[in-house]
Nanobody, 125 residues
Framework: QVHLEESAGGTVQAGNSLRLSCAAS????????RGWFRQAPGKEREFVAS????????RYLDSVKGRFTISRDYALNTVYLQMNGLQPEDTAIYYC??????????????????WGQGTRVTVSS
């Protein structure tokens, strides 16, 4: 059974950093695209970042470019989201996801087949 599990989020002050991780189990996700989404209270889930398979590139939400970095460790079957310069508007529940190997740099929810349970990130001003 496929399972994605995010690390614990947390509460940080504006300007600080936080790194999320998402470990996959149940299958080898080396050929899958991986991504992060977030959902703030009262808002729809929005794409944050995705990473293709080796050498395939990354894609980011405009508002996080230059602040967030997505990366993956194939040996650990894990994807990371390094978040620097966090702002109150980054407060949300963050979800990791994995897409079909056929989708290049996925960025919409329907392109992802597997989801984690979500982890809460709160940024205080």
């Amino acid at each position: 059974q496929v399972h994605l599990e995010e690390s614990a989020g947390g509460t940080v002050q504006a300007g600080n950093s936080l790194r999320l991780s998402c470990a996959a189990s149940g299958t080898t996700f080396g050929s899958y695209g991986r991504g992060w989404f977030r959902q703030a209270p009262g808002k729809e889930r929005e794409f944050v970042a995705s990473i293709a398979t080796s050498g395939g590139g990354t894609r980011y939400l405009d508002s996080v470019k230059g602040r967030f970095t997505i990366s993956r460790d194939y040996a650990l079957n894990t994807v990371y989201l390094q978040m620097n310069g966090l702002q109150p508007e980054d407060t949300a529940i963050y979800y990791c996801a994995a897409s079909s190997p056929l989708v290049h740099l996925p960025h919409t929810p329907v392109q992802f087949d597997y989801w984690g349970q979500g982890t809460r990130v709160t940024v205080s001003s």
